[in-house]
T-cell receptor, first 113, second 113 residues
Framework: EPEVTQTPSHQVTQMGQEVILRCVPI?????FYWYRQILGQKVEFLVS????????KSEIFDDQFSVERPDGSNFTLKIRSTKLEDSAMYFC???????????FGQGTRLTVV | GENVEQHPSTLSVQEGDSAVIKCTYS??????FPWYKQELGKRPQLIID?????GEKKDQRIAVTLNKTAKHFSLHITETQPEDSAVYFC????????????FGTGTQLKVEL
């Protein structure tokens, strides 16, 4: 069964450093998302990406965040200057179309120290 | 934007009993309602979804009901088993943009022996 894959599974970084979280969505999917989940809390929307551009972003997704789809398979989330409060599990998700199942990757646990 | 409320936040049942989790949404244009199960440290996984053209959908021990007039939908698990213990999230889409899913706050279900 096809699945969304994310790397790394765990990233520890110093405050102020840049991190890039990587995702490979399912190949025939058209919609891509990043969500984050602070420990013990709900899954929060960060950004959606469709047709090679951001289609929507939340208030969490400020100027420190950016996304890219550099080739036909990868979808990355960059945080330019990490803060302690960026520590969370980051999930990538993809969907084939509107109102279809969103498949989640296994997540990247980001720890900012 | 979409506001999704979920109740209860925690639910404890005896093995074999039924569990019901309820969600309400605000966007009357929403037409796709998934339920995700998240085990500790793992990704959210779709367990059942319903579209607005039906009022109920069942898959073995799991069912979802939808009341579009009242703007609420519920997850029903019958004959609960210990492996049903997890956090359950409802979600609803918001039209436009990337058709993002807005998640409820989650329900910690504990099935006791």
């Amino acid at each position: 069964e096809p699945e969304v894959t994310q790397t790394p599974s765990h990233q520890v970084t110093q405050m102020g450093q840049e991190v890039i979280l990587r995702c490979v969505p399912i190949s025939n999917h058209l919609y891509f998302y990043w969500y984050r989940q602070i420990l013990g809390q709900k899954v929060e929307f960060l950004v959606s990406f469709y047709n090679n551009e951001i289609s929507e972003k939340s208030e969490i997704f400020d100027d420190q965040f950016s996304v890219e789809r550099p080739d036909g398979s990868n979808f990355t989330l960059k945080i330019r200057s990490t803060k302690l409060e960026d520590s969370a599990m980051y999930f990538c998700a993809s969907r084939e179309g509107m109102n279809t199942e969103a498949f989640f990757g296994q997540g990247t646990r980001l720890t900012v120290v | 934007g979409e506001n999704v409320e979920q109740h209860p936040s925690t639910l404890s049942v005896q093995e074999g009993d039924s569990a019901v989790i309820k969600c309400t949404y605000s966007d009357s244009a929403s037409n796709y309602f998934p339920w995700y199960k998240q085990e500790l440290g793992k990704r959210p996984q779709l367990i059942i979804d319903i579209r607005s053209n039906v009022g109920e959908k069942k898959d073995q021990r799991i069912a979802v009901t939808l009341n579009k007039t009242a703007k609420h939908f519920s997850l029903h698990i019958t004959e609960t088993q210990p492996e049903d213990s997890a956090v359950y999230f409802c979600a609803a889409p918001r039209k436009g943009g990337g058709n993002k899913l807005t998640f409820g706050t989650g329900t910690q279900l504990k099935v006791e022996l």
